[in-house]
């Protein structure tokens, strides 16, 4: 069973455009629900972390929207830029149990 | 923010050897830390809890015997890959998470290790 469901799993978008990426999770214990960015051959860093009690969190470009109803977040990029592109992570995790929860990722490629 | 750094970037071994990989937390303390085995193109498959004078916690379908891990510090964790083979090749990370109490809780990773079993 899956507990975190990422899509899309690939996405193309113009330089200047919005990249939007999905998740829904499934156990109503997390509470955390970060998003990572990871380059070919590099670790994942995170980029942006939300909890449940705010709906959206936004640093500089990069947005993440949070529906606690609907166990639904999105990473939204702003005026998405070609060194943008590399592979989003979503996650979720309760503070208690310590570990997270991936989704299978979005690769992402701006187009100049 | 917090700095995590793995050690060594990239590995080859011939089939049949051990390679050590390890994982300090840099400027904060990690009672727990976690290790990932990352394939190409694909999302994070957690191995293993790494926690700070004590046994791992292994996921299941890893096998413990293969992969050793071993946290001694507050700041360190090794794993050990025993008795390679081509099928251990992989990208394997770690991550140490941030306690609340010096921090917001948030999970770190290191820049990853490529091992090649040759």
């Known amino acids: 069973q899956q507990q975190v469901k990422q899509s899309p799993q690939s996405l193309i978008v113009q330089k200047g455009g919005i990249s939007i990426i999905n998740c829904a999770y499934e156990?109503?214990?997390?509470?955390?629900f970060p998003w990572y960015q990871q380059f070919p051959g590099k670790g994942p860093a995170l980029l942006i972390a939300?909890?449940?009690?705010?709906s959206e969190k936004k640093e500089g470009r990069f947005t993440i929207s949070f529906n606690k109803s609907a166990k639904q977040f999105s990473l939204h990029i702003m005026d998405s830029q070609p060194g943008d592109s590399a592979t989003y992570f979503c996650?979720?995790?309760?503070?208690?149990?310590?570990?997270?929860?991936f989704g299978d990722g979005t690769t992402l490629t701006v187009k100049p | 923010g917090a700095v995590v750094s793995q050690h060594p970037s990239w590995v080859i071994c011939k089939s049949g050897t051990s390679v050590k990989i390890e994982c300090r937390s840099l400027d904060f303390q990690a009672t727990t830390m976690f290790w990932y085995r990352q394939f190409p193109k694909q999302s994070l498959m957690l191995m293993a809890t790494s926690n700070e004078g004590s046994k791992a916690t292994y996921e299941q379908g890893v096998e413990k015997d293969k992969f050793l891990i071993n946290h001694a510090s507050l700041t360190l964790s090794t794993l050990t890959v025993t008795s390679a083979h081509p099928e251990d090749s992989s990208f394997y990370i770690c991550?140490?998470?941030?306690?609340?109490?010096?921090?917001?809780?948030?999970?770190?990773f290191g820049e990853g290790s490529r091992l090649t079993v040759l």
């Open positions: 991550s140490a998470r941030v306690p609340p109490g010096q921090g917001t809780g948030e999970l770190f």
């Open positions: 939300i909890r449940p009690d705010v």
């Open positions: 996650a979720a995790s309760s503070t208690n149990a310590g570990k997270s929860t």
């Open positions: 156990n109503t214990a997390f509470d955390y």
